[in-house]
Protein backbone atom coordinates (compact mmCIF):
# COMPACT_ATOMS: atom_id res chain seq x y z
CA UNK A 1 0.00 0.00 0.00
CA UNK A 2 1.70 2.97 -0.60
CA UNK A 3 1.62 6.19 1.51
CA UNK A 4 -1.21 7.82 0.07
CA UNK A 5 -3.72 5.03 0.79
CA UNK A 6 -4.42 4.85 -2.66
CA UNK A 7 -4.33 0.73 -3.52
CA UNK A 8 -3.35 -0.28 -6.82
CA UNK A 9 -6.22 -3.19 -7.46
CA UNK A 10 -4.36 -4.21 -10.19
CA UNK A 11 -1.85 -5.46 -7.57
CA UNK A 12 -4.58 -8.02 -7.00
CA UNK A 13 -4.74 -9.57 -9.97
CA UNK A 14 -3.31 -13.30 -10.61
CA UNK A 15 -1.69 -12.39 -13.33
CA UNK A 16 -0.54 -9.00 -14.60
CA UNK A 17 -1.23 -10.30 -17.75
CA UNK A 18 -5.16 -10.67 -16.79
CA UNK A 19 -7.18 -7.87 -17.08
CA UNK A 20 -10.26 -8.62 -15.59
CA UNK A 21 -13.36 -10.78 -16.04
CA UNK A 22 -16.72 -9.82 -16.05
CA UNK A 23 -19.18 -12.42 -14.87
CA UNK A 24 -23.17 -12.00 -15.14
CA UNK A 25 -25.19 -13.57 -12.45
CA UNK A 26 -28.12 -13.74 -10.62
CA UNK A 27 -27.00 -13.64 -6.63
CA UNK A 28 -28.53 -10.41 -6.34
CA UNK A 29 -31.58 -10.92 -3.66
CA UNK A 30 -34.76 -9.25 -1.91
CA UNK A 31 -36.65 -9.21 0.57
CA UNK A 32 -39.93 -6.92 0.60
CA UNK A 33 -42.55 -6.72 2.90
CA UNK A 34 -45.59 -4.10 3.39
CA UNK A 35 -49.05 -3.51 4.54
CA UNK A 36 -51.15 -1.05 3.10
CA UNK A 37 -54.44 0.28 5.13
CA UNK A 38 -56.46 3.60 2.87
CA UNK A 39 -59.94 4.76 3.04
CA UNK A 40 -62.22 7.18 1.14
CA UNK A 41 -64.75 9.14 2.96
CA UNK A 42 -67.55 11.37 1.21
CA UNK A 43 -68.40 13.53 4.11
CA UNK A 44 -70.89 16.08 2.44
CA UNK A 45 -71.95 16.44 -1.13
CA UNK A 46 -68.71 16.64 -3.18
CA UNK A 47 -66.27 16.87 -0.43
CA UNK A 48 -64.27 14.28 0.36
CA UNK A 49 -61.56 12.74 2.67
CA UNK A 50 -58.46 10.02 1.24
CA UNK A 51 -55.91 9.07 3.60
CA UNK A 52 -53.73 5.91 3.05
CA UNK A 53 -50.73 4.75 5.51
CA UNK A 54 -47.87 2.12 4.11
CA UNK A 55 -45.57 0.15 6.61
CA UNK A 56 -42.40 -1.30 4.36
CA UNK A 57 -39.98 -3.61 5.41
CA UNK A 58 -37.14 -3.96 2.37
CA UNK A 59 -33.73 -5.60 2.72
CA UNK A 60 -31.45 -7.07 -0.07
CA UNK A 61 -27.78 -7.57 -0.87
CA UNK A 62 -27.39 -5.41 -3.15
CA UNK A 63 -29.95 -2.23 -4.74
CA UNK A 64 -28.05 -2.23 -8.30
CA UNK A 65 -30.05 -3.42 -10.74
CA UNK A 66 -28.21 -3.53 -14.07
CA UNK A 67 -25.49 -4.90 -15.51
CA UNK A 68 -22.91 -2.79 -15.74
CA UNK A 69 -19.74 -4.33 -13.85
CA UNK A 70 -18.39 -1.30 -12.65
CA UNK A 71 -21.45 0.89 -11.84
CA UNK A 72 -22.65 -2.41 -9.33
CA UNK A 73 -19.94 -1.90 -7.95
CA UNK A 74 -19.66 1.71 -7.61
CA UNK A 75 -22.78 1.47 -5.51
CA UNK A 76 -22.15 -1.44 -3.09
CA UNK A 77 -21.47 -0.85 0.14
CA UNK A 78 -18.93 -3.36 1.41
CA UNK A 79 -16.73 -3.73 4.07
CA UNK A 80 -14.50 -6.25 2.06
CA UNK A 81 -14.56 -7.92 -1.38
CA UNK A 82 -17.52 -5.90 -3.38
CA UNK A 83 -18.54 -9.24 -5.24
CA UNK A 84 -19.61 -10.56 -1.85
CA UNK A 85 -23.66 -10.51 -1.97
CA UNK A 86 -23.50 -12.95 1.31
CA UNK A 87 -25.41 -10.61 3.13
CA UNK A 88 -28.71 -9.30 3.21
CA UNK A 89 -29.18 -5.50 5.08
CA UNK A 90 -31.55 -2.40 4.72
CA UNK A 91 -31.86 -2.13 0.98
CA UNK A 92 -31.33 1.79 -0.65
CA UNK A 93 -34.62 1.39 -1.28
CA UNK A 94 -36.02 0.80 2.30
CA UNK A 95 -38.28 2.82 4.35
CA UNK A 96 -40.54 2.42 7.28
CA UNK A 97 -43.46 4.40 7.19
CA UNK A 98 -45.37 6.77 4.67
CA UNK A 99 -48.78 8.66 5.16
CA UNK A 100 -50.55 10.35 2.36
CA UNK A 101 -53.92 12.51 3.04
CA UNK A 102 -56.00 14.52 0.64
CA UNK A 103 -59.14 16.36 1.45
CA UNK A 104 -61.35 18.76 -0.43
CA UNK A 105 -64.14 20.86 0.99
CA UNK A 106 -67.68 20.70 -0.91
CA UNK A 107 -67.36 23.20 -3.72
CA UNK A 108 -69.23 26.62 -3.63
CA UNK A 109 -69.38 29.01 -6.53
CA UNK A 110 -68.13 26.40 -8.91
CA UNK A 111 -64.22 26.29 -6.36
CA UNK A 112 -63.00 23.51 -4.69
CA UNK A 113 -59.95 23.58 -1.95
CA UNK A 114 -58.20 21.03 -1.60
CA UNK A 115 -55.18 20.05 0.99
CA UNK A 116 -52.47 17.25 0.96
CA UNK A 117 -50.10 15.94 2.87
CA UNK A 118 -47.54 13.66 2.32
CA UNK A 119 -45.17 12.20 4.71
CA UNK A 120 -42.19 9.91 4.90
CA UNK A 121 -39.95 8.00 7.29
CA UNK A 122 -37.31 5.40 7.99
CA UNK A 123 -34.96 5.56 5.05
CA UNK A 124 -31.46 4.91 5.43
CA UNK A 125 -28.06 5.63 4.87
CA UNK A 126 -24.61 4.35 5.40
CA UNK A 127 -21.53 5.79 7.37
CA UNK A 128 -17.90 5.32 4.68
CA UNK A 129 -14.40 5.62 5.62
CA UNK A 130 -13.55 8.18 3.12
CA UNK A 131 -10.72 5.90 1.03
CA UNK A 132 -10.34 3.06 -1.03
CA UNK A 133 -9.64 0.92 2.24
CA UNK A 134 -10.67 -2.50 0.12
CA UNK A 135 -8.06 -1.54 -3.03
CA UNK A 136 -11.02 -2.73 -4.99
CA UNK A 137 -10.32 0.62 -7.54
CA UNK A 138 -13.58 2.81 -5.95
CA UNK A 139 -13.29 4.84 -2.99
CA UNK A 140 -17.02 5.62 -2.80
CA UNK A 141 -18.09 1.76 -1.80
CA UNK A 142 -16.44 1.81 1.77
CA UNK A 143 -18.08 1.07 4.94
CA UNK A 144 -16.14 3.01 8.07
CA UNK A 145 -15.00 1.77 10.90
CA UNK A 146 -16.66 3.19 14.05
CA UNK A 147 -13.48 3.77 16.42
CA UNK A 148 -14.15 3.50 19.82
CA UNK A 149 -13.46 6.50 21.48
CA UNK A 150 -12.69 4.79 24.89
CA UNK A 151 -9.74 2.40 23.36
CA UNK A 152 -6.26 3.04 24.79
CA UNK A 153 -4.74 2.52 21.23
CA UNK A 154 -7.35 5.50 19.46
CA UNK A 155 -5.25 8.65 17.70
CA UNK A 156 -5.77 11.30 19.95
CA UNK A 157 -7.13 13.25 17.16
CA UNK A 158 -9.68 10.85 15.87
CA UNK A 159 -11.04 10.62 19.55
CA UNK A 160 -11.02 14.47 20.01
CA UNK A 161 -13.29 14.73 16.40
CA UNK A 162 -15.92 11.68 17.27
CA UNK A 163 -16.13 13.23 20.37
CA UNK A 164 -16.54 17.12 18.87
CA UNK A 165 -19.01 15.15 16.45
CA UNK A 166 -21.41 14.02 19.30
CA UNK A 167 -21.43 17.21 21.27
CA UNK A 168 -22.40 19.25 18.57
CA UNK A 169 -26.00 20.40 19.41
CA UNK A 170 -26.67 21.21 15.76
CA UNK A 171 -25.87 17.56 14.33
CA UNK A 172 -28.26 14.69 13.35
CA UNK A 173 -29.17 12.68 16.28
CA UNK A 174 -29.86 9.75 14.04
CA UNK A 175 -26.09 10.37 13.08
CA UNK A 176 -24.89 10.03 16.37
CA UNK A 177 -27.01 6.78 17.33
CA UNK A 178 -25.45 5.53 14.21
CA UNK A 179 -21.95 5.97 15.71
CA UNK A 180 -22.95 4.62 19.08
CA UNK A 181 -24.47 1.79 18.24
CA UNK A 182 -21.64 0.65 15.81
CA UNK A 183 -18.72 1.89 17.76
CA UNK A 184 -15.64 -0.82 17.74
CA UNK A 185 -16.75 -2.70 14.90
CA UNK A 186 -17.48 -1.66 11.12
CA UNK A 187 -20.96 0.21 9.86
CA UNK A 188 -23.86 -2.28 8.43
CA UNK A 189 -24.85 -0.97 5.31
CA UNK A 190 -28.29 0.97 5.92
CA UNK A 191 -27.85 1.19 9.01
CA UNK A 192 -28.79 4.74 9.97
CA UNK A 193 -32.32 5.64 10.12
CA UNK A 194 -34.07 9.00 9.38
CA UNK A 195 -36.46 10.27 10.83
CA UNK A 196 -40.29 11.48 9.23
CA UNK A 197 -40.80 14.15 7.66
CA UNK A 198 -43.69 15.43 5.69
CA UNK A 199 -44.91 18.44 3.24
CA UNK A 200 -48.24 19.95 2.93
CA UNK A 201 -49.83 21.07 -0.01
CA UNK A 202 -52.99 23.30 -1.19
CA UNK A 203 -54.66 23.83 -3.65
CA UNK A 204 -57.46 25.72 -5.45
CA UNK A 205 -59.68 24.98 -8.70
CA UNK A 206 -62.43 27.03 -10.87
CA UNK A 207 -64.31 25.36 -13.30
CA UNK A 208 -66.09 27.43 -16.34
CA UNK A 209 -68.28 25.64 -18.18
CA UNK A 210 -68.17 26.59 -21.77
CA UNK A 211 -70.62 24.57 -23.83
CA UNK A 212 -72.52 21.42 -22.95
CA UNK A 213 -69.78 19.13 -21.45
CA UNK A 214 -66.78 20.89 -22.43
CA UNK A 215 -65.25 23.18 -19.27
CA UNK A 216 -61.82 25.09 -18.81
CA UNK A 217 -60.30 24.60 -15.06
CA UNK A 218 -58.23 27.03 -13.95
CA UNK A 219 -55.75 26.27 -10.96
CA UNK A 220 -53.66 27.72 -8.30
CA UNK A 221 -51.14 25.51 -6.11
CA UNK A 222 -49.20 26.16 -3.10
CA UNK A 223 -46.41 23.50 -2.52
CA UNK A 224 -44.99 22.83 0.47
CA UNK A 225 -47.44 25.52 2.11
CA UNK A 226 -45.71 25.14 5.97
CA UNK A 227 -42.32 25.98 4.42
CA UNK A 228 -43.57 29.44 2.99
CA UNK A 229 -44.88 30.40 6.41
CA UNK A 230 -42.01 29.44 8.15
CA UNK A 231 -38.42 28.22 6.39
CA UNK A 232 -37.95 26.18 9.04
CA UNK A 233 -40.89 23.97 8.60
CA UNK A 234 -41.68 21.47 5.71
CA UNK A 235 -38.20 20.17 5.58
CA UNK A 236 -36.92 17.42 4.81
CA UNK A 237 -33.26 16.27 7.50
CA UNK A 238 -33.04 13.42 5.94
CA UNK A 239 -29.26 12.31 5.83
CA UNK A 240 -27.72 10.23 2.17
CA UNK A 241 -24.29 8.41 2.87
CA UNK A 242 -21.99 10.18 5.35
CA UNK A 243 -18.44 10.26 4.75
CA UNK A 244 -17.32 9.96 8.28
CA UNK A 245 -13.16 10.19 7.44
CA UNK A 246 -10.66 11.30 5.15
CA UNK A 247 -7.28 9.94 4.91
CA UNK A 248 -4.41 11.76 5.80
CA UNK A 249 -3.33 14.42 8.96
CA UNK A 250 -2.78 17.55 7.98
CA UNK A 251 0.47 19.24 10.25
CA UNK A 252 -0.91 21.35 13.55
CA UNK A 253 0.09 22.34 17.13
CA UNK A 254 3.55 21.63 16.34
CA UNK A 255 2.69 17.81 14.81
CA UNK A 256 4.32 16.91 11.41
CA UNK A 257 1.63 16.23 8.85
CA UNK A 258 0.61 12.29 8.38
CA UNK A 259 0.63 10.52 5.85
CA UNK A 260 -2.61 8.65 4.05
CA UNK A 261 -0.97 5.60 5.32
CA UNK A 262 1.91 4.74 7.57
CA UNK A 263 4.53 1.99 5.92
CA UNK A 264 5.59 1.82 9.39
CA UNK A 265 2.89 0.67 10.99
CA UNK A 266 1.08 -0.62 8.24
CA UNK A 267 -1.83 1.01 9.15
CA UNK A 268 -3.97 4.30 8.12
CA UNK A 269 -4.09 7.43 9.12
CA UNK A 270 -7.77 9.21 9.90
CA UNK A 271 -8.75 12.15 10.86
CA UNK A 272 -12.85 12.65 11.25
CA UNK A 273 -14.56 14.57 7.98
CA UNK A 274 -18.01 14.76 9.15
CA UNK A 275 -19.42 18.01 11.72
CA UNK A 276 -22.82 15.76 11.76
CA UNK A 277 -24.62 18.55 10.13
CA UNK A 278 -28.57 18.63 9.23
CA UNK A 279 -29.57 19.38 5.93
CA UNK A 280 -32.94 21.00 5.46
CA UNK A 281 -34.55 20.82 2.14
CA UNK A 282 -37.13 22.42 1.29
CA UNK A 283 -39.33 23.07 -2.23
CA UNK A 284 -40.26 26.24 -4.33
CA UNK A 285 -43.68 27.52 -4.35
CA UNK A 286 -44.94 27.41 -8.09
CA UNK A 287 -48.37 27.95 -9.06
CA UNK A 288 -50.09 26.53 -12.27
CA UNK A 289 -52.94 27.33 -14.57
CA UNK A 290 -55.55 24.48 -15.46
CA UNK A 291 -56.52 23.38 -18.99
CA UNK A 292 -59.33 22.83 -21.13
CA UNK A 293 -61.75 19.68 -20.72
Keep these: MPSSGVGDWQQGRISNRLGRVLE ?4 GKVNQFAVVAD ?3 QYFRDG ?3 ASYTWNDT ?3 TSFHGNVANTATLVQLVKDDPRNLGTLTYSDNHFRNKVVFY ?6 FGIT ?8 GGTRYSLLSGGNTNADFVGTNDLAYVFDRNSPELPANVRAGLQALLDNPDASQ ?3 DY ?4 SGRIAQRNGGINGFFGVVDIRALKRFRIHKTHAIEVSADIFNFANLLNRNRGTNRSLGSQVLYALGVPAATGNAALPGFSQATQQYNYRVNNSGGRYALGRSVPGSAGRPL
Design 24 to 27: LNSD
Design 39 to 41: ATW
Design 48 to 50: EIT
Design 59 to 61: RDN
Design 103 to 108: GTLPSF
Design 113 to 120: LGVRYTGI
Design 174 to 176: SLK
Design 179 to 182: INTY
